[in-house]
C-alpha cells in the first residue's frame, strides 16, 4: 500500500517509449498533465479533460488510454508510449504516420496524437482491422477539422502496407 | 479543469482497499477505472479529500463460472469482459450491449464494477444487470452481503453501499436454454450515453423487459409471452408510467417513441435468438 498526502509529492518512475524517465507528482497530477509539463513530452495533446474528445490518448502497459483520466501516481512502474515514440528515426515517419500525411489526414492536427496512439494500437492488436473495426476506433475521438474520411482512408492504406500488400 | 487537492492511498489488494474504507469512511472515494470518476473530479464535481485507488486489483481479478451463475469480481475490465470467449454463451445480454459501452479507448480501463456501482441511470450495464436479476456483493472489513440488483441501485447515482463497503464483486445468472436476449438503444453518437436504452430476456411464455436512461433507475418490467397489439399496449404503459422528462438530448415525448420502437426491436431481436 502506497500512500502520498495530498500537500506532498513524490517521484514518478516510468518508461517512456522506451527510455526510462521520472518526474515528481502530487497526488491530483493528471498523467496528461505529468508527461507535458514534467517530462516535456508535448506531442499529447489536451482538448476537454473529461474523456471525450480523444486528442490526449496514449498507450500505457500496452492499452489505449485517456491520459487525462489517469492519475500520474497511477503510471508508476508503467509502459507509457505516446506519439513521439512512433517515428523509427528522427527523419522517418512511420508507416502509419507517413498514411496520414499522404492522405492529409490532419489540418490543424490538434487531434492527431490522440488517433495515431489508437490506431498504432489497433493495427498492432489487429493487424487484419478492416473498415468497421477501424471506424468504431476513430469513434473514440473528435477530429473537427478533416470530416474523419481522410483519417479512415489513411489506416486502411497503413494497415494495407503494414500486411505486406499494395497500397489502397 | 484540474481535480481539488486530494489524499492518495494505492491499494494492491482487496484488504488493502477495505482498510482505507474502514479508516476514512464517507471521506474516502474508491479510484477503479476512472472513467466516470475522473471527469467528474476535473470538474470538480467530486471532491473527495481521500482516493482509494484500486485499479491494481485489476491484474488479479476473475471472471468465474460458479454453477449457474457468472462472478465477476471488481476490477475486471469492459474491453476484458467483452474479450471473454464464455461471454457468448453465458452472458447473451452482455454480448450485445457492451459494445454500446463508451469506446475502445474508455473500455480498456472502465470496469463493469465501477459502472454498476457509478450507477448512472443511462449506463447499460446496470440495466442489463437489472434484467438478468443479478446480484451485487458488498463487502467491508469484516463481512460480505449480498444485494439484488433492484435493491441496490435507489436513485441517480444513489445505491445502498454503506461508506465502508466495497462492491467487489457481481453475481449474474448464467443463460439457459429456451432463452432469448435482445438489446436496442438510441444515443447522440455511438459511444454517447444512451437516451433510451431496452434490453429484453424472453422465454416461450414470459418477457423480461428493461429501459434505461428515462427513468432514475433502470426500470423493470415482467409480461406473459404478449404479442401484437397486446404487446404494443404494454409498452405504450411502460413508456407512460416511467415520468419521462424533457432536457437538451430529448423531449418526453421522444424518449416514450423511443422506448415503444426500441423496446419491440429488442424484444422481437430476443425472440429470433431463444435458444433450444
Ligand atoms: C467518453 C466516455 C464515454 C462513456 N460512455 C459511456 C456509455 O455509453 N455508457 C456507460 O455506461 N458508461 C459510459 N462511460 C463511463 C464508463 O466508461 C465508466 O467506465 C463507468 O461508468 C465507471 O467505471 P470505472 O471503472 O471507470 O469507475 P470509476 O470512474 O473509477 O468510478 C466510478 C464511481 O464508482 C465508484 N466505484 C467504482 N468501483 C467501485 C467499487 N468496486 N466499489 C464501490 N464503489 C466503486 C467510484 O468511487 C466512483 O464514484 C463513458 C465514459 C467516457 C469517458
Ligand atoms: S483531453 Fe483527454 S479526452 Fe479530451
Ligand atoms: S485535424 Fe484539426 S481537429 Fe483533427
Excluded at chain 1, 93 to 117: D, E, K, N, P, Y
Excluded at chain 2, 14 to 19: G, K, Q, V
Amino acid at each position: 500500500m502506497t500512500t502520498l498526502s495530498k500537500d506532498d509529492t513524490t517521484l514518478i518512475r516510468l518508461t517512456l517509449n522506451g527510455r526510462e524517465v521520472q518526474g515528481r507528482a502530487s497526488p491530483r497530477l493528471l498523467l496528461s498533465d505529468f508527461l507535458r509539463h514534467e517530462l516535456g513530452a508535448t506531442g499529447t495533446h489536451v482538448g476537454c479533460e473529461h474523456g471525450v474528445c480523444g486528442a490526449c490518448t496514449v498507450r500505457v502497459d500496452g492499452v489505449m488510454a485517456r491520459s487525462c483520466l489517469m492519475l500520474a501516481m497511477q503510471a508508476e512502474g508503467a509502459q507509457v508510449d505516446t506519439v513521439e515514440g512512433l517515428a523509427p528515426q528522427p527523419d522517418r515517419l512511420s508507416v502509419l504516420q507517413a498514411a496520414f500525411r499522404r492522405h492529409h489526414a490532419l489540418q490543424c492536427g490538434f487531434c492527431t496524437a490522440g488517433i495515431l496512439m489508437s490506431l498504432d494500437t489497433l493495427l498492432r492488436d489487429e493487424p487484419d482491422a478492416d473498415r468497421t473495426r477501424i471506424e468504431e476506433v476513430v469513434g473514440g475521438h473528435l477530429c473537427r477539422c478533416t470530416g474523419y474520411a481522410p483519417i479512415i482512408d489513411a489506416a486502411l492504406d497503413a494497415a494495407a502496407e503494414l500486411r505486406g500488400g499494395d497500397h489502397v | 479543469m484540474k481535480p481539488a487537492p486530494f489524499d492518495y492511498i494505492r491499494a494492491e489488494t482487496r484488504e488493502d482497499a477495505l482498510a482505507a474504507l474502514s479508516e476514512h469512511g464517507e471521506a474516502a472515494r474508491i479510484l477503479a477505472g476512472g472513467q466516470s470518476l475522473l471527469p467528474m473530479l476535473n470538474m470538480r464535481l467530486a471532491t473527495p479529500s481521500v482516493i482509494v485507488d484500486t485499479y491494481r486489483l485489476s491484474r488479479a481479478a476473475q471472471i468465474r463460472e460458479a454453477g449457474d451463475a457468472v462472478e465477476i469480481e471488481a476490477g475486471v475490465t469492459q474491453a476484458r469482459l467483452l474479450g471473454w470467449d464464455g461471454l457468448a454463451k453465458a452472458l447473451p445480454l452482455f454480448a450485445k450491449a457492451l459494445p454500446w459501452v463508451g469506446h475502445a479507448q474508455t473500455r480498456a480501463r472502465g470496469t463493469v464494477c465501477g459502472s454498476v456501482a457509478h450507477a448512472d441511470p443511462s449506463a447499460e450495464i446496470p440495466l442489463c444487470v437489472a434484467v438478468l436479476g443479478g446480484e451485487v456483493v458488498l463487502s467491508n472489513r469484516r463481512k460480505s452481503r449480498k444485494v439484488a440488483s433492484g435493491e441496490f441501485h435507489i436513485g441517480m447515482m444513489m445505491t445502498d453501499r454503506r461508506d465502508d463497503e466495497m462492491l467487489t464483486a457481481l453475481r449474474l445468472p448464467r443463460a439457459k436454454p429456451g432463452e432469448g436476449y435482445g438489446f436496442a438503444e438510441y444515443g447522440r453518437r455511438h459511444g454517447d450515453f444512451a437516451v433510451v436504452a431496452c434490453a429484453a430476456k424472453v422465454t416461450a411464455d414470459s418477457i423480461t423487459f428493461g429501459v434505461g436512461g428515462v427513468g432514475d433507475t433502470p426500470v423493470v418490467a415482467r409480461w406473459d409471452a404478449l404479442d401484437g397489439s397486446a404487446l404494443d399496449d404494454a409498452l405504450n404503459a411502460c413508456a407512460w408510467g416511467l415520468g419521462a422528462r424533457d432536457d437538451v438530448h430529448a423531449d418526453a415525448r421522444m424518449r416514450r417513441d423511443l422506448v415503444r420502437g426500441l423496446g419491440r426491436r429488442a424484444i422481437e431481436a430476443a425472440r429470433r435468438e431463444i435458444t433450444a
